[in-house]
């Protein structure tokens, strides 16, 4: 069981604009919706503020003066890459002349564009998805949403929480219940409410062994323990072994988001099943329960990943004929160990996207795989084949991947499996997609289905059309 009586702290806005009417406009918007906004006149005031502060996003007008917005731009994108750059533009004249007038590499330094009129709603939904923890405290605030009847809440609506789980001192961010009898539930805390550890022990004591939420609260459910899981990380007194544990049952409510959304529910089950097998290969194994420790203490955000990347890798392998059950475990296994190498890059860089790091750092970043084989190979439980496929997990059959460039067959089969896997978790998590749009968005970017194995890809297809989904 965990405390965190720390609240969050409001994320960092900064508003660059010399437009006096339109500032206050943006500076009253963002402080009624929580977020800590402050606002210069001028780029050089910019630049020092950036300096000196930890901002989370920049609003930047490129009409900035005494430094010019493109100049702040490129001090931003070398200085402080990590900090989101969201252009507003005066008009759709203007944005279009900045496209002529920066560079690709300067472009991608930008993370969001918008031009004006618009409402300033639009931006705080795209800083919302940015700093969401600010989203979800709203959301345990706002008096405008409905609030459920108790009548109205039965067993076919509700996903259930060991109690064990439960994170007391912490503001709830959606109501919470105890099921009395089938299709009897009685709200315990509501939103923006807590217990104390005292309160939960009393439950526990008294027989309790779960705690209720709606199954539609589940993706919210699933981001909230992960921002208590940053919290607990920082934490010196919580075991890093609980944290892991924790991270276990995050990543399995995520799997579990899918049930609901167009894959086969067996198979769900299966693959699941499978990944949590890795894990408790992991667990077994002294030098990869530390490996799997010290990785899981880089961002609950990785690990959750690896879990996906694991279970969707499963998905795929399971109508592939020729996999049979070992193979099978050894592809999960390394989708969860893929990106072990992470531990050796310097926090900076975990930090970026490769589209934000410089020659070094993405020469660093690109040296993750042979990084992460190397540390396997010092490990007797972990087999060749799984060694060879975190090597080359980020080989692409086109040959535009790395560390080798390796090209078609070249790539170790179970290896192509791995990378088409990471690329439908990527755009899930990036764009916060359902296994089912995600894939269909993969198949509409042409230009990308090169870079992956035709066999491979059929395999994911099949796994939506056996789950009668539309493709
Ligand atoms: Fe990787």
Redesign the pocket.
Known sequence: MQSNTKATAAPKILLATADTRWSQDVLQTLSSKGFDCHHVREGKECQLKVYQQKYSAVLLDPDLQNHSGIEVLKFLKLKHPAVQVIMVFPDQKRSDDYKELCSNSLRAGISKTFVRPLSVNNIVDYLNDLTPSESWKKSSQDPSLPVIPDSEVSDKDCTRVDIAQFFSETPVIFDHYLRISPDHFVKVIGRGESLTSTQVKKYANDGVKYFYFLTRERRNYINFLNEVLKTSMTKSTVAKSQVLSQMVEVSEKFIEEFNVRGLRPDLVIECKNMSRNSFKFIQESQSLRKIMTDFSQLSPELYNKAFLVSFLAGIISRNIQWIGPSTLEAITLAAYL??I??VNLPPHVIELQPHEMNAADLALYKD??RT?ADMLSLVPEVSAQVIQIVHQ??ELSSGEGFPHGLKGNRVYPMARIISLA?ALAGLMIRKKLCPLLAMKEFLNEKSQLRHYDPMTIHALLKAFKESGSDT
């Open positions: 893929q990106d190498g992470f993750h795989p992460g997990h980020h990471n």
